[in-house]
């Protein structure tokens, strides 16, 4: 299996609630814009994909909050693929802090549709994600 990618944030004041930790929905801003930027990374284009009618698309989201994170906080966030059937990828993410608590994990499953919304995987996909 490759190395996980990673990608490092920091939290910001605004995405915390009233109890001082970061609201739970911010966790999936979080997660997505890791994946996006993994599979740019990968070379996935989503405008050109867009472009051929082909919209990458998640279909379940299975999170698990084990710590929180406060404003200031330093943490990184790992992401991997692995093929589920011949049609979805499960993206498997974690949140760490800087001292390597584990604060999330994340199996966030997608797909790619065609222009009539049917799940297809353009040619090539898959060798650019799982390498």
């Known amino acids: ?13 605004y995405e915390c609630d ?4 970061v ?6 801003n ?5 994946r996006h930027t993994f599979l740019k990374s990968r070379g996935v284009d989503f405008a050109a994909l867009s472009a051929q009618g082909v919209n990458l698309v ?30 979805r990828m499960v993206f498997v993410q974690e949140i760490l802090k ?3 608590t584990l604060v999330l994990s994340a199996r966030m499953t997608g797909t790619a549709l065609d222009a009539r919304g049917r799940p297809r995987i ?8 799982l390498t």
Do not use: C, T
């Open 58 to 87: 998640l279909v379940r989201a299975e999170l698990d909050y084990k710590r929180s994170l406060r404003s200031g906080d330093s943490f990184e966030i790992r992401v991997h693929v692995e093929p589920e059937g011949r049609v």
């Open 30 to 34: 979080y997660l997505e814009h890791a």
């Open 122 to 129: 353009p040619e090539g996909l898959w060798e650019n994600v």
């Open 98 to 100: 800087d001292d390597g």
């Open 23 to 28: 609201n739970n929905a911010v966790y999936q």
């Open 1 to 13: 299996m490759p190395e996980p990618f990673s990608l490092s944030f920091q939290v910001r004041d």
């Open 18 to 21: 009233l109890q001082g930790v």
